[in-house]
């Protein structure tokens, strides 16, 4: 099925013509959409009418195989009984608005910071695909800021010397400078990983920053001067002409590229509003768009 894409912003992120992508099964039509990733790295699909398994299943032809280990899981049980599942919504146990206290909302508050799904593991998160099911009256939207274009419009010097740097990511570090507490039975499932500063994405070769709020330090630095870099970089990387703002609307499936992107969601009044979505998250691992696409 052919496939056409708007832009909906200068530099990243398009709109999708109709499609019911839990029908999508064959080799073209993955193909096209894993081609949109790269050119645009944000993709918009409408009026999704997913059951959480559809979705599912979606997430591995589109992207091989899910991540399952998401911060939350050493805080809380899944609601949704499947790890592979996101829940991104404020509900409790009993689908009711959770409490200001509750754990779980203070834990999902660090997704107010801007972020990349899933770096303070290895793998890392590739393609985010988050689903909305309930969507409140009010503005509860999501930002995302392009880390390619970012990069190219930093200075050569600092482009030369971000060459090699790597940095360490810690779920419990975004969490901390919130003033979540975690046990010592939980940050010790929590170790973090290190990635590199900078990345080149498979095909289209396009360089990006990795930045995230979990990003604790540089390696090798000193704590204060690598802290202040990321501090300045993400500074950089979030200003308005690289960011998009997406208001949700039921249905929506957005799909988007943790290499390629960073991402935050918004305050609206969580005490009032219910808003459910889930999200899948792909391994970073070897793609199946080489595979497919023999390229
Ligand atoms: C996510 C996320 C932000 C939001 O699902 O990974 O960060 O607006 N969501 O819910
Ligand atoms: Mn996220």
């Given at each position: 099925m052919a496939l056409s894409f708007r832009k909906l912003h200068r530099h990243f992120v398009a709109e999708s013509s109709p499609i019911e992508l839990r029908n999508v099964r064959d080799p073209e039509t993955l193909t096209e959409i894993r081609r949109g990733m790269d050119e645009h790295a944000v993709l918009v699909f409408r009026a999704q009418p997913f059951t959480d398994a559809e979705q599912l299943a979606f997430a591995q032809r589109l992207d091989g195989r899910l991540h399952q280990s998401g911060g939350s899981r050493v805080i809380a049980k899944n609601r949704l009984g499947n790890e592979a599942l996101s829940d991104i919504s404020n509900l409790d146990q009993d689908g009711e608005i959770m409490q200001a206290d509750d754990r779980r909302r203070q834990y999902g508050l660090g997704n107010r910071l801007w972020h990349t799904d899933a770096s303070f593991r290895d793998p890392a998160g590739r393609y985010s695909m988050l689903h909305a099911r309930v969507v409140p009256s009010v503005p509860a939207d999501t930002e995302f800021a392009d880390m390619r274009a970012a990069y190219d419009a930093l200075p050569a010097e600092t482009k030369t010397q971000l060459e090699g740097l790597r940095a360490h990511h810690s779920i419990a570090h975004s969490r901390q400078l919130l003033g979540f507490e975690f046990s010592q039975g939980e940050q010790d499932q929590l170790t973090g990983a290190i990635h590199p500063v900078v990345r080149t994405i498979p095909c289209s070769l396009r360089r990006s920053l990795y930045l995230a709020s979990h990003q604790s330090r540089i390696v090798d630095w000193p704590l204060a001067e690598g802290r202040l870099l990321l501090r300045d970089l993400t500074e950089h990387a979030t200003q308005r002409e690289f960011v998009y703002r997406h208001a949700w609307r039921m249905g929506d499936l957005v799909i988007w590229d943790n290499r390629a992107t960073m991402h935050r969601g918004r305050p609206f009044d969580d005490s009032k509003y219910r808003r459910e979505l889930r999200r899948v998250t792909t391994l970073?691992?070897?793609?199946p768009a080489f595979v497919a696409s023999g390229s």
């Open positions: 970073d691992i070897e793609q």
